[in-house]
């Protein structure tokens, strides 16, 4: 998002062009970091909220907030592939206004979660009664929903105005060199307001008011465990705000200022603020490994029951065998041993194989039970 932006606008001086290059390497480096760290984390997340963790409030707040930043940072790759081609997009228009909104998807849906969560935060601890009675896991889906919904509204006209546009500087005539640049076809003002007020400060002001509310409750109450919770919270919250306000306050900059200087300040800045904006989306798995040890415990074990399924099959199938193989021996030598005569053969074989098939069934219940 920021980074095309500042591609399609006018060539920076000569002089620049090293620094522009370094500039590219290090959003490049950190555009990777968050597709490999954000696709592995969020992931993790989504596995243990939605299949191993027991279906709370807060677990669906998490999972959809994983949500939201898997599906960001698993289109991340065509950015990565067009800042490493010099922002020359190859992906056609579509994609273009894909890419583009899912970017701008992800900051919404993500402040409007966040904003949720700090509500439900702050209700449940100065309302307890209504938290008790009122907060199901039901009403919390359908509130994700809702902010879903309002994430692709608010994200539509993003998409709409993004084009796929020639490069007019470009000299050479040639139409398979010539470069392609994902950007707006038009430039309003409207557009960056609206996700600087809408996307970024009225939510950010009901989040502090909420964790101001709540750190009232918490001082008189000295709840231990609330606490911990809300600083799970808090730090995501954190984390936002030092990875998107920098690019929201430099765009209003480069909107309103009349320096001619922030225009080449913007091919420096711009992208560097781009990829701070677009690791937020693999911080938060790192901050519930670290500050929550419910969902320390609960990946731990999800990895070693994962481990330990793989090597109980290939132990239990290798037993089996060996079983069957021995049991069927056994069997054999006793047939021939306590054989009767020949009028009574073709019984005792049909007694001998009902006693083979219930030791083998119960030998193997038993391996499957000391294996689990």
């Known amino acids: ?12 001086p000569e002089d620049l062009g090293l620094l522009l290059t370094n500039i590219r390497i290090v959003s490049l480096f950190v555009y990777s970091v968050a597709f490999v760290f ?36 698993a289109f991340l790759i065509f950015t990565i592939i067009s800042v490493f081609r010099e922002h020359h997009w190859q992906f056609g228009e579509f994609m273009c206004k894909l890419n583009s909104f899912m970017c701008v998807f992800n900051m919404f849906a993500s402040i409007f979660l966040l904003t949720v969560i700090s509500l439900d935060r702050c ?21 994700c929903a809702v902010v879903w919904i309002t994430a692709v509204v608010c994200s539509l006209p993003y998409a709409h105005f993004r084009k796929v546009q020639e490069d007019d500087d470009d000299d050479d005539d040639d139409e398979e060199d010539m470069k392609t640049h994902c950007a707006y076809s038009v430039q309003h003002s409207f557009f960056d307001i609206f996700r600087f007020v809408v996307g970024f400060l009225i939510p950010f002001i009901v989040i502090l008011v909420s964790y101001v509310a709540i750190g009232v409750r918490v001082s008189r109450l000295q709840r231990a465990g609330k606490n911990r919770s809300c600083r799970i919270i808090f730090s ?64 731990k074990s999800s990895i070693c029951l994962v481990l330990e399924s793989a090597l109980a099959e290939d132990r239990l199938s ?31 074989t049909s007694l001998n194989v ?16 000391n294996t689990e």
């Open 236 to 299: 995501i919250v954190v984390a936002f705000f030092l990875c998107w306000c920098p690019f929201h306050v430099f765009t209003l900059i480069q909107l309103y200022s009349t320096n001619p200087n922030v225009e080449n300040t913007a091919h420096i800045v711009g992208p560097l603020l781009a990829a701070l904006a677009f690791l937020n989306s693999s911080l938060n798995p790192i901050l519930y490994v670290f500050m929550c040890e419910e969902f320390q415990r609960k990946l």
């Open 123 to 143: 209700l449940s601890i100065w309302v307890v009664v209504w938290a008790q009675n009122k907060r199901t896991v039901r009403k919390a889906q359908v509130t």
């Open 354 to 369: 009902k006693q083979f098939k219930v030791v083998i069934a119960v030998e193997t219940d038993n391996e499957m039970e």
């Open 1 to 12: 998002m920021g980074s095309d932006n500042t591609a399609s606008t006018a060539p920076p």
């Open 318 to 348: 290798i037993s089996s065998h060996r079983t069957l193989s021995s049991q069927f021996s056994r069997m054999t030598q006793r047939s021939n041993s306590t054989a009767p005569a020949e009028a009574s053969g073709t019984a005792g």
């Open 38 to 73: 954000g696709i592995l984390g969020n992931g993790a997340v989504i596995y243990v909220t939605a299949c191993r963790m027991k279906r709370t409030v807060n677990s669906v707040w998490y999972l959809n907030l994983a949500l939201a930043d898997f599906l960001f940072t």
